[in-house]
């Protein structure tokens, strides 16, 4: 059968238009440039570890991803609801006190982060959030950068810098946190609504499951598009030939789309991101490692947040070894060198480190769309760029996998109208 609409780029939003389109009867070609599916959501395979290419997390609450995935074929295991903070001389911990009622009041008394106040707050910042079903009233009216907004609210600076900055700093890949408070309300509901999960194949498994649903005789990998014309929906593959369709897509990320039709897709500016992965055998680390994320507010360390997918899911590690994700808080800008984070894990979890090995140095230039105020201030959720063309991707809606995902989807729907069907 032949295509109907072509969509130029294999990751989550591509594929949630082709199979948006497919299910209203409209066949779709899905070209990608390189031989796998799945954007920027990457799992290699490292000396018998899973690997996620840069610290992801998947939250169960998007609204996309309950639409589009069947989560329980994913053996989803879950992050605990809380966090430990390293403030450079001791741990200090607290807990959701909807999932861990008896730690969770000893955590929060034990602790110095946050004030009286503070702890008023979040309560009340949960419960304007929580109920939110509708994505649109979530986004509200308020625009500010999301370290403004936490300091209007009323938040304590050390509420701000020792949990905030590093927690929503990991999010956003912005330790600053010039995040738009738009993307801040709806990520912070997210996590209050649902849980922060790992699938047991890695985070790849995510698209590898929408391709399967799509069906592979859809999707044609190594077809590298150099040229499309929006106006008569030609694309011209890298071996010089073109494919013509009643209309075509460019599902690629923001960067690329831009290359492709400089005139019609404007530059977006991305955050960035380095994460390094070691290994370690589970016995040299006994007692120091779970399945709650660690921030490290010392200022003078490079690290942002230690994480453990293997204490999440076991999939993510030989048996009997461990998994360690460590995010720096200046990205691909970081100075630090492997022996000096090595120097700084220590200070955190002793002498064990001296047994973790190094099995990947991950530095991600186009990470994640930048998303300050004013990239947010409207969310168009795709483009028109020519008669027969169009354009989706997270950078048009909520920079997330629920974004990406929507954004294909409800584009889907404008060119099924389109179609007549």
């Not at 955590?107 to 702890?119: E, H, I, N």
């Not at 907004?149 to 050390?158: C, K, N, R, Y």
């Not at 700093?169 to 649902?194: A, H, N, W, Y």
């Not at 991101?273 to 779970?290: A, E, I, P």
Request: with cysteine; proline share 5%.
């Amino acid at each position: 059968m032949e295509p109907e609409v072509i969509i130029v780029g294999g990751g989550v939003s591509g594929l949630a238009c082709a199979i948006t389109l497919k299910e209203a009867g409209i066949p779709p070609l899905v070209l990608e440039a390189s031989s796998r599916i799945g954007g920027r959501i990457v799992t290699d395979t490292q000396q018998g570890y899973r690997v996620d290419r840069g610290f992801q997390i998947l939250l169960t609450a998007y609204p996309e991803v309950k639409r589009f995935l069947d989560l329980d074929s994913l053996e989803l295991r879950y992050f605990r609801k809380g966090a430990h903070i390293w403030n450079g001389k001791f741990w200090q911990s607290f807990f959701d006190p909807r999932s861990a009622p008896f730690s969770a009041i000893p955590s929060f008394l034990k602790q110095s982060v946050f004030t009286l106040k503070d702890c008023f707050l979040l309560l009340k910042l949960w419960r304007s959030l929580r109920g939110h079903r509708d994505l649109t009233s979530l986004m509200g009216a308020e625009n500010r950068r999301t370290a403004q907004a936490l300091a209007e609210m009323g938040f304590s600076e050390s509420a701000i810098t020792v949990f905030f900055e590093p927690f929503l700093g990991g999010v956003f890949l912005d330790p600053k946190l010039l995040t738009s408070e738009k993307m801040f309300r709806f990520v912070m509901s997210m996590f209050i609504q649902g849980r922060a999960a790992l699938p047991r194949g890695g985070m790849k498994h995510i698209s590898e499951q929408l391709a399967i649903k799509l069906g592979l005789e859809h999707i044609r990998c190594e077809s590298e598009v150099i040229a499309c014309d929006p106006e008569q929906a030609t694309a011209t593959i890298a071996k010089s030939y073109s494919i013509r369709s009643k209309a075509i897509v460019l599902a690629v990320d923001a960067f690329s789309a831009h290359r492709l039709v400089p005139n019609k897709i404007p530059a977006v500016s991305f955050n960035h991101t380095r994460s390094l992965v070691f290994g370690v055998r589970s016995v040299y680390v006994q007692g120091l490692l779970d399945n709650t994320l660690k921030l490290v507010a010392d200022p003078e360390s490079p690290i942002q947040v230690i994480a453990v997918p293997s204490k999440v899911n076991l999939g993510y590690a030989p048996a009997e070894h461990e998994q360690i994700v460590v995010t720096l808080k200046d990205g691909i800008n970081s100075e630090a060198t492997h022996a000096s984070i090595l120097d700084a894990l220590e200070s955190v979890f002793g002498k064990s480190v001296q047994h973790w090995h190094l099995i990947k140095d991950y530095k991600i230039p186009r990470a994640l769309p930048r998303q300050l105020p004013a990239d947010l201030k409207e969310i168009p959720h795709y483009r028109k760029i020519g008669a027969r063309g169009w354009a989706c991707g997270d950078y048009l809606e909520t920079r997330s996998l629920n974004g990406a995902l929507a954004s294909g989807r409800l584009l889907a729907e404008r060119i099924i109208k389109e179609l007549g069907h």
